[in-house]
Each structure stands twice: as C-alpha cells, then as structure tokens.
C-alpha cells in the first residue's frame, strides 16, 4: 500500500480510531501491515468488531434509561438528549479500550 492509498484510507469510525492508534502507539508493527498490503484488511476487522460492540453497548445502556419507543414517541426531546449522552459514552469507553490495546 502505497502512502497516497493509506491517504485515501478509511474503513469507518473505529477502523479510523484504531488507524490513528496503532500508527502512534506500534508504528512498526502498523508500517508491516501497510508494507504487506493487510492495514485495510486488519483495519476493516476492528472497525467490524467494535460496531457490532458499539450496537450492543446502546443497547444495553438505553434499556437501562429507560429509552423504549414509548419514550420516543412521547418525549422526543429526552429520548434524543439520552442517546446523544450514550453514544458518547460509548464512544469515551471503546477509544479507552483500543488505547490500551
């Protein structure tokens, strides 16, 4: 993979979270995988891997506020001011977990 194609390079959100990581955190171990033409490859996985945990984290935690359909017909405004909040806190908790990887 050439620098112009790791450029060009996104595989979405948590692919792109893991890209910005590894590339500081193992910059050798990601420049063998670009070198060997597998970054998009290994990228794709991750960014697979935490949508998926990503799905299951909202749902655990909006049916733990109390966030069902009931709520957004009737209090739309809380119903996305509360997922907003989660999606953050997904976001904050699943960054952490890759950061420490």
Not at 61 to 74: E, M, P, W
């Amino acid at each position: 993979m050439s620098r112009r194609e790791e450029d060009d390079l996104y595989v979405g959100y948590w692919g792109e979270v893991f890209r910005l990581h590894l590339k500081k955190a193992k910059p050798e171990l990601y420049e063998k995988f670009r070198q060997n033409g597998y970054l998009k490859e290994y990228l794709e996985i991750y960014q697979a891997a935490y949508t998926e945990r990503a799905h299951i984290l909202l749902d655990r935690y909006s049916k733990k506020a109390g966030l069902n359909d009931d709520v957004f017909r009737n209090e739309l405004f809380r119903f996305v001011a509360e997922t907003y909040q989660i999606h953050m806190k997904i976001r904050k908790q699943l960054t952490e977990e890759i950061q420490k990887l």
